[in-house]
């Protein structure tokens, strides 16, 4: 009777293990990197404005995966705000995109902070999903060809030279 319990969890086991490793791959996400091509979306922001990375006017484009329960997301748009007015004229583009499940709350912080830089909200995460972004806020520059030129996991100080100066590198 032990005997046949073994046998009976052991192929549980194997049949479990398999299991796991056939539906691994659907839930294994690509996350993308500098140099690979930004998986392509078309968003209409708040303003009624369409971008898409395949159309966003020949500049370079710095999309912002976001949310307003997020602290450290909150913590660096004032910077990105800045940032955004400040390299507009050169050619960059900046667009936040929430990830807010509730609107009211998404609404409430644009109604409090009103960035000026485009923003829309992706609440099924469709988008965010599509770069395997999961640490936020998390930032994709993408250069004129569609492609990932840069990434940045985390806060930042949009004002920091170091990253305006590597911006203007890219324009």
């Not at 307003?68 to 936040?96: D, R």
Request: net charge neutral; hydrophobic share 40%.
């Amino acid at each position: 009777m032990a005997r046949n319990n073994q046998v009976l969890g052991i192929l549980f086991a194997v049949l479990f293990g398999g299991f796991l490793y056939a539906i691994h791959d659907q839930f294994e996400q690509h996350v993308v990197e500098p140099g690979e091509r930004a998986p392509s979306f078309t968003v209409t922001t708040e303003s009624g404005q369409r971008i898409s990375t395949t159309d966003f006017g020949g500049k370079l484009l710095v999309v912002n995966f976001w949310a307003t329960w997020c602290p450290p997301c909150v913590e660096e748009m004032p910077s990105l705000n800045q940032f955004a007015q400040k390299m507009a004229p050169n050619g960059v583009v900046v667009l936040g995109v929430s990830i807010d499940r509730n609107e009211k709350a998404y609404r409430a912080f644009l109604q409090q902070n009103r960035p000026s830089f485009q923003v829309a909200r992706d609440p099924k995460e469709d988008i965010s999903s599509s770069y395997g972004s999961f640490k936020w806020p998390e930032t994709y520059v993408i250069n004129r060809e569609g492609k990932v030129v840069q990434k940045y996991i985390g806060p930042r100080n949009w004002n920091d030279p170091e990253i305006v100066n590597s911006m203007r590198s890219l324009l």
